[in-house]
Structures are given as structure tokens and as C-alpha cells.
């Protein structure tokens, strides 16, 4: 069979190829059949990065396969999201009734976060933040976030488990995908980004919804860089509007 691909140039240097591929003819008639892969760009798949319509949120299997339903529609914004990769953004529109197959290449940003592809050493930070973590929420100098709290909201964006924590402000910064910002600079910062930490390790530029919520086992917000712990803090010559610590599960803890 042949098709064609056209190549998109989207947001975060991300490639999306759309192949002109049937989707199917199994479809139900109230319902469309959408599916994809994810890969790297050595076109390996990329396992459990998230894929979001708005509604429905499915993860792609080891060899970054992913199918979901649609309602009858013609025109459906996608998301994907996966840790060390940039995320992308995307609308989608149906040909002829049918969902084109979606082949997407995801770019590597691992090396911008120094020391966070290095599996040992990042667990090892986790394991060392998870282990206190429960002393510094018992000083109750920010606010904390524990895995049943994310879970309790059974969705893949980590910003839903912090809808109503008092002082936080959820702005939207794309179609699934929201960003933390803190009431205490509402003023003039109003706009001011917090410092995120990811296992133990600045990642700058990066957003909550960055991080895929199954992913999470804790999350920490400090709005005050005086209650900030002194190791999440750094010597930048404006203080931060609030700083973000996130720590991810460990592979093969329960």
C-alpha cells in the first residue's frame, strides 16, 4: 500500500509526521478510531508517554503504540507528554470520515537537565528526597502533595490534584496542559514562573503538566523563598516566585 507523509514544524522542535493511513474499518459509526505511534528520533517507541484528547487520556505501550476512541467529529486536539522529551501539541483533522494514523518523533531534552539521565543517580536523589520528605511536611512551611492525592484524582495531569490548594494559581499554557504560578505574586510577577526541581535537580523552563501524574509518587510548593529548604535554593540574583519540588517513583517500588 502507498501513502504519503507530510511533516509539521510544531511547538518544542517537536516533528509530526501524519501518515495517509486508513483507520480502520472496524470503527463503530458513532465512534472513530484513532491510533499512533511515538518514537525517538533513532525511531525507537517511546514507552508510556501521554496522550491526551480532551476527555480521554490513554499511555503508549513498550513499543510506543497508542489506539483511543473519538466521538464523530472531524477536527480533535492531541497532546503528548513524556518525561525528558519536549512536549507537543497538535490538531488533528479527519479525512473522509477516518482518522489519519499519527506518527509522531518526540526530541530528546534530556541534556538540558544535567544528571537527570543518569537512572542511578537520579534515584538515588529521589529516594534521599522521598525519604525526608516527610519531615519537612511535618514543619508545615509549604504545601505537600502525596501520591493518594494524585491518584484520588485518576488523571494523567498533576496539576488536577492541585485545583484547590489554597494560594496556587492553575494558568493555561496550552489546549491539556496547565502551569503553577502562586496568589502571593498576583502583583506585578503576576506572570513570574516558580523554580521546579525534579528529583533533586533544577529543571528549568519546565511546567507541572511537564511531568506525567502516574509518574509522580510527591510534589512540594514553597510560595516563600524563606520556607524554601536551603538545598532547593540557589544563588540567582532575583529570588524565585515560588519554587516546586517533584519527586518521581521509583522503578520497582510498589
Known sequence: MKYSRTTLTLPFSAIVGLAILSAGAGAQSTLRELVGVVRDANGRGIRDAAVEIPGIAVRTDSAGLFRLWTLNIDTVTISIRRLGYSAIEALLSARNKQWDTVMVELEDISQELPGVTVAGDRNQRALEGLRTFGERKAQGLGLFVTRKDITDRNSLRLSDALQTRRGVILVKIGTNRMGVRFATYSGPRGGCIPDLWLDGQRARGMEVDDVVATTVEAMELYDSFATVPSQFSHSA??????????????????
Do not use: E, H, M
Not at 237 to 254: E, Q, S
Open 237 to 254: 540574583n532575583a529570588v524565585p516566585c515560588g519554587t516546586i519540588l517533584i519527586w518521581t517513583r521509583i522503578p520497582g517500588k510498589p
